[in-house]
C-alpha cells in the first residue's frame, strides 16, 4: 500500500482527534528498534514556531524523546509503501488511514538535523496503533540532510 503525504500536521488524526489539547498518545506494539521496552508515546507540540515539528516522548521511559516531522512537508515527493503484514498489523485500510512522521536527528551547528527516511513510523490515524516500517529496496537513507530552500527575492 503506498502513502504519499505532503502537508499533513503532526496532530492529523481525523474527527476523532483528542479533544481539549490533550496529547495524542501512541502505541508501538514491539516498541521501536533498539528500545522494545518503549511501547507508548505521546505526541506533544513544540509551539508555533516550531511547527510541524513535534515531540514524541515515551510514557514507560520518561527521559526517551523523538523530535518528529511529517515528512511531506519537507520533502513532498516522499512515498512510504506499506508492506501488507503491517497494514495488518497496524488497522490500515486504505492510505488514508494512516499518518506518517519521520524521526529527526538533532546535530550540532553547522551540521543540519537529519530526518530517517528508511524508517518511517507509520500511524493508524483512528486506533493510534504504530510500527516503524523499513523501506526495503528503497533509496531512502537514515540519515537525509534536512536543508531549509533558500528564500527567493522577487526581481
Known sequence: MPITQ?????????????????????????????????????????GPDLEPFCRMRS????????????????????????????????GLHQADDALILTIVTLAVPPEPPKVNLLGPLVINRHTRAAAQVVQHGSSYGVAVPLVAEPERSGS
Open 6 to 46: 505532503t502537508h499533513t500536521s503532526s496532530t492529523a488524526f481525523g474527527s476523532d482527534e483528542t479533544a481539549g489539547g490533550e496529547a495524542t498518545t501512541l502505541s508501538f506494539a514491539t516498541g521501536l528498534p533498539g528500545f522494545p521496552a518503549a511501547t507508548r508515546f505521546v505526541l506533544e507540540p513544540l
Open 59 to 90: 510514557t514507560d521511559q520518561p527521559d526517551l524523546s523523538f523530535t518528529v516531522l511529517p515528512p511531506g512537508v519537507v520533502f513532498p515527493d516522499y512515498q512510504v509503501v506499506v508492506d501488507e503484514e503491517s497494514a495488518e498489523r497496524l
